[in-house]
């Protein structure tokens, strides 16, 4: 016995299969390739490499340009020189409009996280701020004891 589609059945395989093969994310991945002294007075994060990115997500230097409209995520990890809090901001368009925590743990390792709605085109930047002086945002070799500065944008 031979099996027959219908064709609005064999239509609908048609589509699933082009929706599948489709990449539509937006994201971008950046990192320094340097260390950079952070102070206690904030200082907006140069980013020097890009890592990997996807959906026309741009940035020049410290400004991330998004392409459209929705939530994104955003994580910042790093490594000072020695221990002490760090504060991460969020500054779009020249203006802190939320604070991503600040991250203290039992080393010198960092982590900041925050969901966000934006529009299209809001250029976001990153503000590190330490607590007690001024502190070294390490480079380290990738995937070791310790994280090189990596940020990370991603459309939800």
Do not use: C
Request: hydrophobic share 40%.
């Amino acid at each position: 016995m031979t099996w027959l589609q219908t064709d609005e059945a064999q239509l609908m395989r048609d589509r699933m299969s082009t929706a599948e093969r489709s990449d539509t994310a937006v994201f971008l991945s950046l990192t320094r390739t340097a260390t950079l002294s952070i102070t206690t007075a904030g200082v907006i994060v140069t980013w020097q490499s890009e890592i990997d990115s996807g959906g026309n997500m741009t940035w020049s230097g410290s400004s991330i340009t998004l392409p459209m409209a929705g939530y994104y995520v955003i994580s910042v990890v790093g490594t000072l020189g020695v221990k002490d809090n760090i504060t991460g901001d969020v500054v779009v368009n020249g203006v802190e409009v939320a604070t991503m925590g600040t991250a203290s743990s039992k080393d010198t390792k960092f982590r900041h996280s925050l969901t966000r709605f934006y529009k299209a085109g809001d250029v976001v930047q990153y503000r590190a701020t330490t607590a007690t002086g001024t502190m070294t945002l390490q480079v380290t070799t990738e995937d070791s004891a310790s994280e090189s500065p990596i940020l990370h944008m991603v459309l939800l």
